[in-house]
């Protein structure tokens, strides 16, 4: 890289060299029982899912994903990424999650499946990211500071 650069087509000569040889290779990630594992986060929820081959159906904490999330909305976000891969009704999914509320705990689970799936399936990877279903939500609850109520309310302001 000491030599300088004296025209263009150089520039673009060199640019074609350098992202043709470090393209990432994404390989399949799967243990002894032919399932795919992955860690899906969202505010305080860690969701650990396992996807496997099979009719489609989904276990959260032992319980059927009806039982454990009841709001039809948290269901449809739990499909979101099977279904966006075009995949819906061909895996079960186990997951254990903990931590959190129901609603960061459904996202922490479609994270996790949409991470389980690209590792079962590298060419889903494309479809998955436009979709940014593997991007982590890390928005997190503000931490409280010493003199207000809250993280950011004031103590209510008394002139006598």
């Known amino acids: 890289m000491s030599e300088t650069?004296?025209?263009?087509?150089?520039?673009?000569?060199?640019?074609?060299?350098?992202t043709g040889a470090d393209a990432p290779t994404y390989t399949k990630k799967v243990d002894k029982f032919g399932r795919a594992y992955a860690t899906g986060k969202r505010k305080d929820a860690v969701a650990r899912v396992w996807i496997k081959p099979g009719a489609g159906k989904i276990?959260?904490?032992a319980r059927e994903v009806e039982v454990y999330f009841a709001r039809p909305v948290l269901?449809?976000?739990?499909q979101q990424?099977?279904?966006?891969?075009?995949?819906?009704?061909?895996y079960d999914v186990i997951c254990t999650v903990a931590g959190g509320g129901l609603s960061g705990q459904a996202g922490a689970v479609r994270h996790g499946i949409s991470k389980a799936l690209t590792n079962?399936?590298?060419e889903l990877r494309?479809?998955?990211?436009k979709g940014?279903?593997?991007?982590?939500?890390?928005?997190?609850?503000?931490?409280?500071?010493?003199?207000k109520a809250k993280a950011r309310r004031s103590f209510q302001f008394s002139k006598r």
């Open 81 to 90: 990424p099977l279904v966006a891969a075009a995949r819906a009704g061909q």
């Open 132 to 147: 940014g279903f593997l991007t982590r939500d890390s928005r997190v609850v503000e931490r409280k500071k010493y003199g």
């Open 5 to 18: 650069m004296q025209s263009l087509d150089q520039l673009a000569a060199l640019k074609t060299t350098v």
């Open 126 to 129: 494309s479809v998955l990211k």
């Open 75 to 78: 269901r449809m976000m739990i």
């Open 59 to 61: 276990m959260v904490n």
């Open 120 to 122: 079962f399936e590298p």
